[in-house]
């Protein structure tokens, strides 16, 4: 006797749906994860320009890196400076709560941090 295999109807909608669902996750955390690169990248950017610099000028230099990289939630005062050891150490915080559907909500908490042996 020959058995069928395969999907039934049934189970390609659980797939489907299963597949719509990590879709929709997936839409909702990668802007977050694409702004925490972007981020992380332009501490490494302010940091090589010198770690001489002041905190007014580090700020001022991490919010025209924002600028251009389009950054609109997060300012150069949400940025941590930390000079201890010889090492300025450059922070910034980023959270996100994104809606996913009805009642339910996702938390997106990351920290961008870039560091740097002091100038002597």
């Given at each position: 006797m020959?058995?069928?295999r395969g999907l039934t109807l049934i189970s390609l909608?659980?797939?489907?749906?299963?597949?719509?669902?990590?879709?929709?996750?997936?839409?909702?955390v990668i802007p977050a994860y694409i702004d925490y690169f972007t981020i992380k990248h332009s501490l490494e950017s302010v940091l090589?320009?010198?770690?001489?610099?002041?905190d007014a000028d580090?700020?001022?230099?991490?919010?025209?890196?924002?600028n251009v990289n389009f950054i609109q939630d997060i300012t150069s005062r949400d940025m941590d400076i930390n000079r201890d050891n010889g090492t300025l150490t450059l922070t910034v915080p980023i959270s996100r709560k994104e809606h996913l559907?009805?009642?339910?909500?996702?938390?997106?908490?990351?920290?961008?941090?870039?560091s740097a042996p002091l100038k002597q």
């Open positions: 020959n058995h069928q909608l659980f797939l489907l749906g299963l597949a719509m669902a990590a879709a929709l996750v997936s839409f909702k090589a320009e010198g770690t001489d610099q002041s580090l700020r001022k230099t991490m919010d025209a890196r924002l559907t009805g009642g339910i909500s996702l938390c997106v908490d990351l920290n961008a941090t870039a």
